[in-house]
C-alpha cells in the first residue's frame, strides 16, 4: 500500500486558488459478493465540473504515474490524506461529519454502511456532508444492485443511479452531478477513483520476455514447452478461425441476441454488458466470463477451432460429468484477473480475438508479491487490485533472482499457460478472447494427484461432484487409454531417480556422501 507521504499530485483547481500536494491510497477497497442485472432505459452520463488531476507521480520512483485524459477530480471532491498533511488548515470534514463514529476506521464505517438498504443509504446522506460522502461511495450502490436486481440490470451512468432507476422502476434519465465537500481526507475513499483513473505506465508494459513461436511442430511445442512446464507465446495460429474475421461488437450482439451469459453471479444479454462496459470506470470493472457459451449459442463454438498443439483434452474421456474447460472472456479496458493458479491442477491457452492483454507470470515454486495464499491452497488473499499490483509491487520484480515471465498478448495470438503457475492478466483496450484449460498426458499425473487431496471438496471446481472426480476421471482414464496410467507412473519414477543420481563431483565434494541432494 502507498504511503500518505510520497505520493504527490498535481492538481489544477479551477474553482478555488489554494493548490495542494499528496497523498496515499487505501489496502483494500470495498468489494463484496459480484451480481448484477438488466433494466431499459436511456443512459446519461454524468458530467463533473472541478478539480482535474494532471498528474500523479511517486517520489522516490522511476517516473510519474499518469492519469487517464479524462479523468476528473473525485465526484464529492474526497482528497488523498496526504493532502492534509501540506494543508494551511487541520480541519478534516470527514470526522466533524461522523461524531463518534470518527474513531472507526474508513473500512468499518463502510462494512457497516454496507448493511443498510438503498432507502436508508439515502436517508443516512443527509444528516451530514460526511455522511454524504461515505453513503454515496460507489461500491456500496454496486453492491446494492449486484444483490437486489435479481432480473439483470442496465447501467444508468452510475451504481447509484442504476439502482434507483431499478428501484423505482423508472425509465426516466437520472443524472447526479454530486455536491463537492471541502476538506474531505480520505485514503481508502480516494483510493477507488485513484485506480480507476490511472493509466498504466509504459514499464509495466514493455517488458517481454516470453519465449515467442511461430509454425513450430507439435513435437517440438511438447518437448520444449510442454514437457518442461514453460509457458510460450504462439503466433499465427488463429489465421483461419471464423471468429477473426467475423467477431466486431455488432455481429456478437446479433448472433446472441437474448441470450443471458455470465458475469460474475448474474446472467446479462451482451448488449446490456456493452452498455455497462462502455460508460463505467471503476477500479474492479465486471468481467464477462461464461464456460456455457457454446451451448447457449452455438455459432460461437463454430467460429473457432482448438490450436493442434492442444489437442489432446483427457477430461473429454468424462464427457458431460467434465469440469467446466472452456469461456468465452469480454471485458473493457482495466478489466481482468488478479493472481490466481487455474483450477484442478489443469493447464490452459488463451486467444485474443480483439484487443490486447498484459500477462505477468510466476512459476509454482514461486508466490507472487503481494498474494498470499493459504497453507492447503484452498484460498488465496491479494488484497489489492490489479492496478494497485503494479503500483504497489511490480517494482519488487525487478530485484528477484528469477524474474516473472511477462508479454502482451495481442488479437491472433495465444498464450500456453502450464499447470500450476500463477498469472495475472489486465486488458490493455477492450478484449475479447477465447480460453480453455485441458489435461494431456504431460500433466495427467498432477491433475489425478489434485484431484485426490483430502479438501478436493474445497479446491476443484467446474464440477457438481467434487468428492467423486478423482475416481471417475482415474477409471474413465483406464477404460479408454489401457496401459496409459502405468506408462506415466514409470515414466515419472525414472525422471525422478535420474534427478536424484549424483554427478562425479557432487560426490567428492559433498561432505555427506551418498546422501542425496536435489538441485532445481
Same mark, same amino acid.
Request: hydrophobic share 35%.
Given at each position: 500500500?502507498?504511503?500518505?507521504?510520497?505520493?504527490?499530485?498535481?492538481?489544477?483547481?479551477?474553482?478555488?486558488?489554494?493548490?495542494?500536494?499528496?497523498?496515499?491510497?487505501?489496502?483494500?477497497?470495498?468489494?463484496?459478493?459480484?451480481?448484477?442485472?438488466?433494466?431499459?432505459?436511456?443512459?446519461?452520463?454524468?458530467?463533473?465540473?472541478?478539480?482535474?488531476?494532471?498528474?500523479?507521480?511517486?517520489?522516490?520512483?522511476?517516473?510519474?504515474?499518469?492519469?487517464?485524459?479524462?479523468?476528473?477530480?473525485?465526484?464529492?471532491?474526497?482528497?488523498?490524506?496526504?493532502?492534509?498533511?501540506?494543508?494551511?488548515?487541520?480541519?478534516?470534514?470527514?470526522?466533524?461529519?461522523?461524531?463518534?463514529?470518527?474513531?472507526?476506521?474508513?473500512?468499518?464505517?463502510?462494512?457497516?454502511?454496507?448493511?443498510?438498504?438503498?432507502?436508508?443509504?439515502?436517508?443516512?446522506?443527509?444528516?451530514?456532508?460526511?455522511?454524504?460522502?461515505?453513503?454515496?461511495?460507489?461500491?456500496?450502490?454496486?453492491?446494492?444492485?449486484?444483490?437486489?436486481?435479481?432480473?439483470?440490470?442496465?447501467?444508468?451512468?452510475?451504481?447509484?443511479?442504476?439502482?434507483?432507476?431499478?428501484?423505482?422502476?423508472?425509465?426516466?434519465?437520472?443524472?447526479?452531478?454530486?455536491?463537492?465537500?471541502?476538506?474531505?481526507?480520505?485514503?481508502?475513499?480516494?483510493?477507488?477513483?485513484?485506480?480507476?483513473?490511472?493509466?498504466?505506465?509504459?514499464?509495466?508494459?514493455?517488458?517481454?520476455?516470453?519465449?515467442?513461436?511461430?509454425?513450430?511442430?507439435?513435437?517440438?511445442?511438447?518437448?520444449?514447452?510442454?514437457?518442461?512446464?514453460?509457458?510460450?507465446?504462439?503466433?499465427?495460429? @488463429?489465421?483461419?478461425?471464423?471468429?477473426?474475421? %467475423?467477431?466486431?461488437? !455488432?455481429? /456478437?450482439?446479433? =448472433?446472441? #441476441? &437474448?441470450? +443471458?451469459?455470465?458475469?460474475?453471479?448474474?446472467?446479462?444479454?451482451?448488449?446490456?454488458?456493452?452498455?455497462?462496459?462502455?460508460?463505467?470506470?471503476?477500479?474492479?470493472?465486471?468481467?464477462?466470463?461464461?464456460?456455457?457459451?457454446?451451448?447457449?449459442?452455438?455459432? @460461437?463454438?463454430?467460429?473457432?477451432?482448438?490450436? %493442434?498443439?492442444?489437442? !489432446?483434452? /483427457?477430461?473429454? =474421456?468424462? #464427457? &458431460?460429468? +467434465?469440469?467446466?474447460?472452456?469461456?468465452?472472456?469480454?471485458?473493457?479496458?482495466?478489466?481482468?484477473?488478479?493472481?490466481?493458479?487455474?483450477?484442478?491442477?489443469?493447464?490452459?491457452?488463451?486467444?485474443?480475438?480483439?484487443?490486447?492483454?498484459?500477462?505477468?507470470?510466476?512459476?509454482?515454486?514461486?508466490?507472487?508479491?503481494?498474494?498470499?495464499?493459504?497453507?492447503?491452497?484452498?484460498?488465496?488473499?491479494?488484497?489489492?487490485?490489479?492496478?494497485?499490483?503494479?503500483?504497489?509491487?511490480?517494482?519488487?520484480?525487478?530485484?528477484?533472482?528469477?524474474?516473472?515471465?511477462?508479454?502482451?498478448?495481442?488479437?491472433?495470438?495465444?498464450?500456453?499457460?502450464?499447470?500450476?503457475?500463477?498469472?495475472?492478466?489486465?486488458?490493455?483496450?477492450?478484449?475479447?478472447?477465447?480460453?480453455?484449460?485441458?489435461?494431456?498426458?504431460?500433466?495427467?499425473?498432477?491433475?489425478?494427484?489434485?484431484?485426490?487431496?483430502?479438501?478436493?471438496?474445497?479446491?476443484?471446481?467446474?464440477?457438481?461432484?467434487?468428492?467423486?472426480?478423482?475416481?471417475?476421471?482415474?477409471?474413465?482414464?483406464?477404460?479408454?487409454?489401457?496401459?496409459?496410467?502405468?506408462?506415466?507412473?514409470?515414466?515419472?519414477?525414472?525422471?525422478?531417480?535420474?534427478?536424484?543420481?549424483?554427478?562425479?563431483?557432487?560426490?567428492?565434494?559433498?561432505?555427506?556422501?551418498?546422501?542425496?541432494?536435489?538441485?532445481?
Amino acid at each position: 500500500m502507498l504511503s500518505s507521504k510520497n505520493l504527490l499530485l498535481k492538481t489544477k483547481m479551477t474553482r478555488r486558488k489554494q493548490s495542494r500536494k499528496p497523498v496515499s491510497k487505501k489496502p483494500n477497497s470495498i468489494a463484496k459478493k459480484p451480481k448484477f442485472e438488466s433494466n431499459n432505459s436511456e443512459s446519461v452520463l454524468p458530467t463533473m465540473e472541478g478539480d482535474v488531476y494532471e498528474q500523479v507521480g511517486e517520489e522516490g520512483e522511476d517516473g510519474n504515474f499518469s492519469l487517464k485524459g479524462s479523468a476528473r477530480s473525485h465526484s464529492h471532491g474526497v482528497q488523498p490524506l496526504g493532502n492534509l498533511y501540506v494543508s494551511a488548515s487541520s480541519f478534516n470534514s470527514r470526522n466533524t461529519g461522523l461524531g463518534n463514529l470518527q474513531t472507526l476506521t474508513d473500512e468499518l464505517v463502510l462494512d457497516i454502511l454496507g448493511l443498510l438498504s438503498g432507502p436508508h443509504l439515502g436517508v443516512l446522506s443527509t444528516v451530514s456532508k460526511s455522511f454524504y460522502v461515505f453513503c454515496n461511495h460507489e461500491p456500496l450502490w454496486k453492491n446494492l444492485v449486484l444483490d437486489t436486481c435479481s432480473t439483470g440490470f442496465l447501467y444508468n451512468g452510475s451504481w447509484k443511479n442504476t439502482f434507483v432507476a431499478h428501484y423505482t422502476n423508472s425509465c426516466n434519465n437520472i443524472v447526479s452531478c454530486g455536491i463537492k465537500v471541502r476538506d474531505f481526507y480520505s485514503d481508502y475513499l480516494f483510493q477507488s477513483w485513484l485506480c480507476a483513473n490511472l493509466e498504466m505506465k509504459p514499464e509495466w508494459i514493455e517488458r517481454d520476455n516470453i519465449v515467442r513461436k511461430r509454425g513450430i511442430s507439435v513435437d517440438e511445442f511438447v518437448s520444449n514447452f510442454e514437457e518442461h512446464n514453460k509457458p510460450v507465446l504462439l503466433e499465427g495460429c @488463429l489465421e483461419n478461425w471464423p471468429a477473426m474475421q %467475423k467477431w466486431d461488437r !455488432e455481429y /456478437l450482439i446479433e =448472433v446472441c #441476441g &437474448d441470450a +443471458r451469459f455470465s458475469v460474475g453471479p448474474l446472467q446479462m444479454k451482451l448488449e446490456d454488458y456493452f452498455r455497462y462496459s462502455d460508460q463505467v470506470r471503476e477500479e474492479r470493472p465486471l468481467y464477462l466470463f461464461d464456460p456455457k457459451f457454446a451451448e447457449k449459442v452455438p455459432d @460461437l463454438g463454430t467460429d473457432y477451432q482448438v490450436p %493442434k498443439y492442444f489437442n !489432446e483434452d /483427457l477430461f473429454s =474421456v468424462l #464427457g &458431460d460429468e +467434465r469440469p467446466d474447460y472452456r469461456w468465452i472472456i469480454i471485458g473493457p479496458t482495466g478489466s481482468g484477473s488478479s493472481f490466481h493458479i487455474d483450477p484442478n491442477s489443469t493447464s490452459a491457452w488463451n486467444a485474443v480475438i480483439m484487443g490486447s492483454k498484459k500477462w505477468v507470470l510466476f512459476p509454482p515454486d514461486m508466490v507472487p508479491p503481494g498474494v498470499f495464499p493459504s497453507p492447503d491452497g484452498a484460498e488465496v488473499a491479494c488484497p489489492v487490485s490489479i492496478i494497485e499490483w503494479f503500483m504497489n509491487f511490480y517494482n519488487a520484480t525487478k530485484s528477484l533472482k528469477k524474474r516473472p515471465v511477462e508479454c502482451v498478448c495481442k488479437a491472433g495470438e495465444v498464450i500456453f499457460v502450464p499447470n500450476g503457475w500463477w498469472h495475472l492478466v489486465i486488458n490493455l483496450e477492450d478484449s475479447v478472447a477465447i480460453t480453455q484449460n485441458f489435461v494431456s498426458r504431460r500433466n495427467l499425473l498432477n491433475v489425478l494427484d489434485f484431484l485426490k487431496r483430502p479438501n478436493a471438496s474445497t479446491l476443484v471446481s467446474g464440477t457438481k461432484d467434487r468428492v467423486n472426480l478423482h475416481d471417475k476421471f482415474k477409471n474413465a482414464i483406464t477404460e479408454s487409454l489401457p496401459g496409459t496410467l502405468d506408462e506415466l507412473i514409470v515414466k515419472a519414477e525414472e525422471k525422478k531417480n535420474e534427478q536424484k543420481k549424483l554427478t562425479f563431483w557432487e560426490s567428492v565434494t559433498d561432505s555427506k556422501v551418498g546422501a542425496f541432494r536435489f538441485s532445481f
